[in-house]
DNA sequence: TAAGATTGATCCCTCAATCTTG
DNA sequence: CAAGATTGAGGGATCAATCTTA
């Protein structure tokens, strides 16, 4: 206990760069989770919620899903099973991929959404995007843009190549 | 299901803005984390074991940690029980108010950061920093400290005021 | 053999309740 | 009563193993 330790190599800016990352977002989800934990959904959820309603036909294979948001392929499994619970949700054998599964967005999760997300715009801006000025925060965006691009290729990935009718799921 | 939905609320630039900013953190971390997963610490772990290394006299109280973090008192004891189980880290109970304890970094722990902090910074300048032009990676940071004092003031709490010694613990 | 999905075990965190001390 | 810390219950994520199909 108590050596005396040169702290000169945990205060490399890196360290702290990466520090300051991780602080940020998780403050910010901190204060823009209550919106969606309310009624019972989590961050995940969310995330796959939109990502289904942003694709086309609101449908994406398992695996894109889990492509998409770095979740491992069980993880995304246990989240479908909650929405798939909740009604928000639903898998749809794949015509062309005996193996594969679609999700699609239910109505209710359509409209759960729909009401979800004007609050969580409004938080977001509250405690985000309104704290910069359009200079800062096209500063920050372009940053995490291209850091993103570097850790995680892909993120677009599975937007309907193979596997998925382009066709409506019904 | 297939509704036909209007997709604008749900491109709103302050949704996707928030998108990229825990993808962003969840790849670095995903490619950065393995650093200390290997031998056995999480996350938050670390988090605490370099805060203790970064305080006078290696030293916090468990609230401060908490503040700190933005842990839960009770997510912070968990830690400090597995720290001090691996015997990186130890409680101290404090001297002028008998609720509290302080955690101390062992010699031992202070060894194990010792062997990771160059790694990890390596890896972090591998994943994140060097990612960006040096003018990128300022405005990032800049963006981000902005934000986090917005979310997270108090992100420094704690750096000895009420009951923690001023002097060694030992 | 590899790809898509699921299951069981386990880890980490939070919330609510509790105990002790100020 | 408020503050510091701990405990039990429960949610959410991963890994490794497994099953089915390409």
Redesign the pocket.
């Known amino acids: 206990m108590l050596v005396r330790m040169p702290s000169e190599p945990f205060d490399d800016p890196r360290l702290t760069a990466m520090g300051l990352l991780f602080e940020t977002v998780h403050g910010v989800g901190h204060r823009c989770g209550d919106v969606f934990r309310v009624p ?6 969310f ?1 796959v919620l939109i990502r289904l309603a942003r694709s086309p036909y609101h449908s994406l ?6 492509s998409q ?14 929405l798939e619970r909740a009604g928000l949700a639903e ?1 749809v054998a ?1 015509a ?8 699609g967005l239910t109505d209710e999760g359509g409209r759960r959404l729909t009401k979800l997300v004007p609050d969580l715009t409004a938080s977001v801006d509250r405690w985000f995007t309104s704290a910069l000025s359009p200079e800062e925060l096209d500063g920050l965006l372009t940053g995490l843009r291209k850091v993103r691009d570097h850790v995680h290729p892909g993120a677009t990935a599975g937007a309907h190549d ?2 998925p009718a382009d066709e409506p799921l019904l």
């Open positions: 019972g959904i989590s961050g995940s959820d995330d294979r398992l695996t894109d899903l889990a948001t770095s979740m491992s392929t069980s993880g995304i499994t246990r989240v479908i099973d909650r898998r794949c062309t991929d005996r193996r594969s599964f679609l999700v193979g596997c």
